[in-house]
């Protein structure tokens, strides 16, 4: 059974920073990329960073020179490394793959509050 375990979220200050990980596990097929999403109170889940299997990233124009994804292909692992935090990147984040077989999956969400 897929199952992808989140973890890192929590309260930082303004300008503070988190590490948020993903470890996906479960499925007999490769992992094509992984990314991130968020979805704050009352709002729509928004992609805020991706990475393919060979290392391409994109990024939301709000993130862009704060946060860097990365990931390690051997541990099925991606991370999130948030700087520069700001009250408005205060969401729930959500890690999804997408599978070689063309499914999607998705992580159960962290909670990250930016708040002094």
């Known amino acids: 059974q897929v199952q992808l375990v989140e973890s890192g979220g929590g309260l930082v200050q303004p300008g503070g920073s988190l590490r948020l990980s993903c470890a996906a596990s479960g499925s007999r097929f490769s992992i094509n990329a992984m990314g991130w999403y968020r979805q704050a109170a009352g709002k729509q889940r928004d992609m805020v960073a991706t990475i393919t299997s060979g290392g391409n990233t994109n990024y939301a124009d709000s993130v862009k020179g704060r946060f860097t994804v990365s990931r390690d292909n051997a541990k099925n692992t991606a991370y999130l490394q948030m700087n520069s935090l700001k009250p408005e990147d205060t969401a729930v984040y959500y890690c999804?793959?997408?599978?070689?077989?063309?499914?999607?999956?998705w992580g159960q969400g962290t909670q990250v509050t930016v708040s002094s």
């Open positions: 999804n793959v997408f599978w070689a077989d063309g499914r999607s999956s």
